[in-house]
């Protein structure tokens, strides 16, 4: 039969379906088999040939029909789980229930009445068929997630088999090890099955499915208590799905293991279609669902350092109940580390290579999903943290990273891609490896739009970031603080900063400590609080190699004498808001001297308009956000207990901490009645005697004297001479004694979690649009958006 006709004849079925008003008896199998006998209808067509306002109009009208229909197709499912799918007839029926339901679930769950009705049993659904007694039903929802989970390790449908003649009776599905059937070599499997196309595309589809059923997420509102138990995740990830290990392991060796780059030859993805990526895709969208767990609530694994002969370490406690989370958790192995690793950074700086060769490889599109796979890895797994910041290896992501950044900085639809991309930089950068290994030379060059310098990592991270914070768009502000609090983290450890960094840095604090930007929002002052612990860091740890800092803050010293000497009195306070009225810029571009960009690179350029986005939640303040830690002489971590309020005033406030006087600060400062920000003279007074500046004052004293005298002597007008003699000059027993070294290291918390769900699905909503499987339902969890 011609694929015109099955799809006839699938259109009248669904026609017969909106149009009954009488229920359909479930055992009226020649009405049903009509969904799924014929074999010609693709997803796409399904899509095409089920309309959304008919699935709903069902549901409305003959809710038993699409009742009866879904448990149907659930089945059929289950039937060929049990088969084992020998035949191409059984394949066919399999793969259109799936479509079908991967059509009609998002319907179910956009209606309250309906959501629990895959968790209700069907009368006669038993676990072995008609023989037990119904107690023994599973949910609807338990049956479809235990044949999924088979049909994935199916022989001949989703693996090779292993049997060598087809004469022999199948593999029983049920005795059968899917340990021995993992999709690709890698963590714990070292094995690589031969590619094959129909084998991707069947499991294509039936993770399409899988990622539908957990979808219902998306279907509630955010809401913090919520906790993470999504039933559907819950179920599957528990130890009732035998395939769990299998599955995880499978899911992930085959994002790790993928090279978009068509084996090593460039162009020769364009020699044979790349029928990889798909899967790869929908792998790495199902693994970061199965993971969405709250680590806050959980406490993972202890680390014990103790090497198994398994891939999973068997280090106790037992860890989270999700065995994907648990799983994830105890990887140790050294090799299975450096695969995982190697794989996300050769994935990651995929679009980076793009500018060398255009078109040399295939771009792809899933650098979103690799990024949340990373921080679930970083954030359940310490030892692959510590794995990552052993080697320079971390470089490999830290590049890609700034490359997304700086991409997208202008960029409304990509707020979330800016989030996470700092988020994971604040993580890595409460390791003193981290710091360290900023020293590394950058040498890669990838064409970026940013000034070029000679320098290091920490250059390329400092000018990303003044690029950033001067011409990104106005949403980013929120960002601000965790910015600056990424630099704060490495500047201990910084050996040796370029000339232009040094001016990138000085802009900022002459940006950040106008008058009008200190008074304009409650919190402004912070950024301040940031840039002088920079300063006081590079100074009392680096001062040997940080010539170029130390001789830009001698240029521009009237900054520091315009902060220690700041008006704090009412004409002074209303002049700098009148100025901020004018002045609707947050930050001038002025004064920092651009100098042309990287050759090669395109201006980061702003949404088209109309582009979709999905709207986020709001992330947590950064005291929220990050514990503080001190640093002690062994190097090692000491966490600081918030202090008590009653003595907010010296003590706590000597390091310029802008934590948690926020509170404080709003009490003494007076909002307006029409919301605006007043400030006071108290409020000023209140941080201004705490601006950590004895340092930098006295480095200035020290310094500022001898250098003008070289000038006089030489005549001089050329800045060599000068950095010469900074760069052999010290301040041994002339500074202050050093302050302890802070950490503010990133904390799990409930608000980031939160944050994280709606923007992974968020960026998995957006993704899926061939078919658009959610497109146009009613969604809960985040709003869509036109920029």
Known sequence: MGSADSKLNFRKAVIQLTTKTQPVEATDDAFWDQFWADTATSVQDVFALVPAAEIRAVREESPSNLAT?????????????????????????????????????????????????????????????????????????????????????????????????????????????????????????????????????????????????????????????????????????????????????????????????????????????????????????????????????????TVDGTTTGTAMDDADPPGPENLFVNYLSRIHREEDFQFVLKGIARLLSNPLLQTYLPNSTKKIQFHQELLVLFWKLCDFNKKFLFFVLKSSDVLDILVPILYFLNDARADQSRVGLMHIGVFILLLLSGERNFGVRLNKPYSVRVPMDIPVFTGTHADLLIVVFHKIITSGHQRLQPLFDCLLTIVVNVSPYLKSLSMVTANKLLHLLEAFSTTWFLFSAAQNHHLVFFLLEVFNNIIQYQFDGNSNLVYAIIR????????????????????????????????????????????????????????????????????????????????????????????????????????????????????????????????????????????????????????????????????????????????????????????????????????????????????????????????????????
């Open 69 to 301: 229909l879904c448990y149907k197709a659930v089945e059929k499912l289950v039937q060929g789980a049990e088969s084992g799918c020998h035949s191409e007839k059984e394949k066919q029926v399999v793969l259109s229930c799936s479509r079908l339901l991967t059509r009609v679930l998002p319907y179910i769950f956009e209606d309250p009445d309906w959501r629990g009705f895959f968790w209700s049993t069907v009368p006669g659904a038993g676990r072995g068929g008609g023989e037990e007694e119904d107690e023994n039903a599973r949910p609807l929802a338990e049956s479809l997630l235990l044949a999924i989970a088979d049909l994935l390790f199916c022989p001949d449908f989703t693996v090779q088999s292993h049997r060598r003649s087809t004469v022999d009776s199948a593999e029983d599905i049920h005795s059968l090890d899917s340990c021995e059937y993992i999709w690709e070599a890698g963590v714990g499997f070292a094995h690589s099955p031969q590619p094959n196309y129909i084998h991707d595309m069947n499991r294509v589809e039936l993770l399409k499915l899988l990622l539908t059923c957990f979808s219902e997420a998306m279907y509630l509102p955010p809401a913090p208590e919520s906790g993470s138990s999504n039933p559907w995740v819950q179920f599957f990830c528990s130890t009732e799905n035998r395939h769990a290990l299998p599955l995880f392991t499978s899911l992930l060796n085959t994002v790790c293991a993928y090279d978009p780059v068509g084996y090593g030859i460039p162009y020769n993805h364009l020699l044979f279609s790349d029928y990889r990526e798909p899967l790869v895709e929908e792998a790495a969208q199902v693994l970061i669902v199965t993971l969405d767990h709250d680590s806050a609530i959980s406490t993972s694994p």
């Open 556 to 787: 521009k010293r009237s900054v520091f004498h315009q902060l220690a000497n700041l008006p704090t009195d009412p004409p002074a306070i209303h002049k700098a808001l009148q100025r901020r009225r004018r002045t609707p810029e947050p930050l001038s571009r002025t004064g920092s001297q651009e100098g042309s960009s990287m050759e090669g690179s395109r201006p980061a350029a702003p949404a088209e308009p109309g582009t979709l986005k999905t709207s986020l939640v709001a992330t947590p303040g950064i005291d929220k956000l990050t514990e503080k830690s001190q640093v002690s002489e062994d190097g090692t971590l000491r966490s600081l207990e918030p202090e008590p309020q009653q003595n907010l005033a010296e003590d706590s406030l000597a390091e310029g901490e802008p934590g948690q006087v926020w509170r404080e600060q709003r009490r003494l400062s007076s909002a307006s009645v029409s919301g605006q920000w007043i400030p006071t003279t108290d409020w000023i007074l209140s941080w201004k005697s705490k601006l950590p500046l004895q340092t930098i004052m006295r480095l200035l004293q020290v310094l500022v004297p001898q250098v003008e005298k070289i000038c006089i002597d030489k005549g001089l007008t050329d800045e060599s001479e000068i950095l010469r003699f900074l760069q052999h000059g010290t301040l041994v027993g002339l500074l202050p004694v050093p302050h302890p070294i802070l950490i503010r290291k990133y904390q799990a918390n409930s608000g980031t979690a939160m944050w994280f769900r709606t923007y992974m699905w968020g960026v998995i909503y957006l993704r899926n649009v061939d078919p658009p499987i959610w497109y146009d339902t009613d969604v809960k969890l985040f709003e869509i958006q036109r920029v």
